[in-house]
């Protein structure tokens, strides 16, 4: 049942990833609408009820009941007005990405058009859980050698044999624990060079027909022949970042109980200070190693470029991360929800199992973890588009020469940012041309026209004024 469900999992995501293409523009605008119309609504009820608590608060109630209602009036205010402050700043960002939210909607829509064409980048979530896998049994394996390699010593309490490490072998486990963290950074590194390197070939290549026959093989053997280097050294900047990070998350567990207020607050705020910075290198290691695809440049100089286009489209950037990530997440939730809903129905005809809650819980689980698999490569490929889409408008601008690579989809979201951009310049040309057309000395004698026209009705004075304009 178990192994159904997560097969079941992995068919829903692989047909959400194809159904998103042609369903991009109505749910990326449902649910925008759903989030907002939600936002509101929640600040309505919570202020709604703040108004209805203060009425009921009654000066002759006793005094414990009295404090009690006193504080749960303090608490609807301060959420009354969190919730406020939320929503304006929703609808702020709402309102000044509400142009960007159709790029995210084209590069949907461009995205599903990768997966028909190159359908084993679907398959790159079975190839990186396997070497994952395989790499894990090695390294537990090894593990358990350097265990049992040290002086066998007899503990006298319990009488069983110990072996205790001597010299440079004792520090071969600190070694063998970074190489883990490493390894594995570099395994999924590998896999977002191979995804970058295939849709920057699709993107980049004007005849589709005239792609290699397997560009998912092509972006491998590049990987393997020129790339290895630059995939190793970002995945040790990531070590970097994570090692300590796992340090100080040891110590705040070991220390839990102990530690006073101030070091409890110091080691969570380290922490979570680290655990941004991993995220915000592993989002520029990935557009770097898109970069490194495109122009084959090393990793400094990819992740330099890579940065600063990035810094150029930040408000493009954070539509595409806000929303685009918000469509994902709902999208893995109604994968679990269906998952959980068949296996409801299959573990209804087995009715010898009394306790249908554990089975479940594990099918969800588990099913979030496929459907995240599959999602997150469709994550990669949106952010690679946008990246080579940036590139090609920022080089390219259509002309004969310097014609777009980019899809009829994105043609169009450029075309129409082309137009409002040279209406919004019209318009401003003309008013800064009237506003340069009268000087200040025609602007003196319209004043002057003005006031004498109120006192003696004369037109002469206008004519004057007219000519000296």
């Known amino acids: 049942c178990s192994i159904l469900s997560l097969l079941c999992a992995a068919v829903l995501s692989l047909i959400l990833m194809v159904v998103i ?7 990326v605008w449902i649910l925008t609408a759903v989030v907002v119309v939600g936002s509101i609504g929640g600040t309505g009820i919570l202020w709604w009820l703040y108004v209805d608590h203060s009425k009921s608060v009654n000066a002759s109630l006793p005094a414990l009941e009295l404090e009690v209602a006193k504080d749960n009036q303090k608490a609807l205010l301060i959420y009354a007005i969190a919730a406020t402050i939320f929503t304006v700043i929703l609808l702020l960002l709402m309102f000044f990405m509400r142009k960007r939210v159709a790029l995210t909607i084209a590069l949907f829509h461009v995205a599903g058009k990768v997966f028909t064409h190159l359908p084993l980048l679907a398959l790159q979530p079975f190839w990186t859980f396997l070497t994952l896998m395989l790499f894990w049994v090695y390294w537990i394996s090894v593990l358990l050698f350097l265990g049992s390699a ?20 004792q520090y071969m486990v600190w070694y063998h624990a970074v190489g883990l963290i490493w390894i594995s950074e570099f395994i999924l590194a590998c896999q977002q060079m191979t995804v970058a390197g295939a849709v ?14 397997t560009p998912i093989v092509s972006s491998v053997l590049r990987l393997m022949r020129y790339h290895l280097g630059t995939v190793v050294k970002g995945a040790f900047i990531i070590t970097l ?11 705040h567990s070991q220390l839990k109980g102990r530690e006073n207020a101030c070091a409890r607050c110091m080691l969570k705020a380290c922490i979570c200070c680290l655990w941004c910075l991993e995220k915000c290198l592993t989002y520029l290691n990935m557009n770097a190693y898109t970069a490194t695809a495109i122009n084959s440049t090393n990793f400094c100089t990819s992740a330099r470029d890579a940065f600063f286009i990035l810094a150029e489209n930040a408000l493009r950037v954070a539509a595409i991360n ?43 689980v588990f099913s979030f973890l496929v459907a995240h698999c599959f999602l997150s490569i469709f994550e990669i ?12 408008t920022k080089y390219n601008d259509g002309s004969p020469g310097r014609e777009y690579y980019m899809d009829k989809a994105l043609m169009e979201f450029v075309e129409n940012t082309r137009r409002a951009t040279e209406r919004y310049s019209k318009v401003e040309g003309e008013s800064r041309e009237m506003k340069s057309m009268v000087s200040l000395k025609g602007q003196f004698l319209l004043f002057l026209w003005f006031i004498f026209d109120q006192v003696s009705h004369k037109n002469t004075f206008l004519m004057l004024c007219s000519n000296q304009v």
Request: hydrophobic share 50%.
């Open 322 to 364: 806000s929303v685009g990530d918000f469509v994902l997440f709902l999208g893995k939730v109604l994968i679990v929800s269906c998952t959980a809903f068949a296996g409801i129905l299959s573990l209804n005809y087995q009715r010898e199992y009394t306790v249908w809650v554990l089975p479940l819980i594990i099918v969800c």
């Open 21 to 27: 293409r042609y369903i991009s523009v109505v749910l």
């Open 241 to 251: 970042v994570e090692i300590p990070r796992l340090i100080l998350t040891y110590i």
């Open 381 to 392: 490929v949106v952010d690679v588009l946008f990246l080579c889409f940036a590139i090609d």
């Open 150 to 169: 040290g002086s066998p010593v007899q503990n006298n309490q319990t009488g069983l044999v110990e072996f205790k490490m001597d010299g440079p072998l």
């Open 200 to 213: 920057v070939t699709y993107y980049f290549t004007r005849d589709k027909s005239q792609m290699p026959f």
